[in-house]
């Protein structure tokens, strides 16, 4: 497997993880050079 194809490996593993216990809100994925280098975690909590 390349590094290309394990990074997206990676990349989907967390992305999956933040889902599941993500009730409201967003994920955002930095791009730099054609890489995810950052996932960004907004959480909202309803009242």
């Known amino acids: 497997m390349g590094s290309k194809e394990q990074n997206f490996s990676?990349?989907?593993a967390?992305?999956?993880r933040?889902?599941?216990t993500l009730k409201?809100?967003?994920i955002t994925l930095v791009?730099?050079?054609g890489k995810v280098?950052?996932?960004e975690r907004n959480e909202k909590?309803?009242?």
């Open 45 to 47: 909590e309803r009242l």
């Open 31 to 33: 791009i730099q050079d």
């Open 37 to 39: 280098i950052q996932l």
């Open 10 to 12: 990676d990349v989907a």
């Open 14 to 16: 967390r992305i999956e």
């Open 18 to 20: 933040m889902l599941s």
């Open 24 to 26: 409201y809100g967003s």
